[in-house]
Nanobody, 111 residues
Framework: QVQLVESGGGLVQAGGSLRLSCAAS????????AAWYRQAPGKRRELVAE???????NYADSVKGRFTMSRDNAKKTVFLQMNGLKPEDTAVYYC?????WGQGTQVTVSS
């Protein structure tokens, strides 16, 4: 059984940066496809970024140019570097890989 554990969330002022990590434990996981989602209060969960088998990445329009997703297969970890954070980025961020979800990490951006 795979467990995904996110970390790196917190409280930051607008314009600041955070780096989220998602580490896999338990059974082997490839991270050939992985994604970050977020869910703000009262809103649907939305896709923020995804990384594909070949390493290509896709981003939601709202975060393009500010967020960067990467992975380290040897460490079974994916990352989300978030720069230029805005109050509207406030949400619980979830990692997803191979039908597994992490428990989420809270990101709060103050104005």
């Amino acid at each position: 059984q795979v467990q995904l554990v996110e970390s790196g969330g917190g409280l930051v002022q607008a314009g600041g940066s955070l780096r989220l990590s998602c580490a896999a434990s338990g059974s082997w996981i490839s991270f050939n496809y992985a994604a970050w989602y977020r869910q703000a209060p009262g809103k649907r969960r939305e896709l923020v970024a995804e990384i594909l088998r070949g390493g290509n990445t896709n981003y939601a329009d709202s975060v393009k140019g500010r967020f960067t997703m990467s992975r380290d297969n040897a460490k079974k970890t994916v990352f989300l570097q978030m720069n230029g954070l805005k109050p509207e980025d406030t949400a619980v961020y979830y990692c997803y890989a191979e039908t597994n979800w992490g428990q989420g990490t809270q990101v709060t951006v103050s104005s």
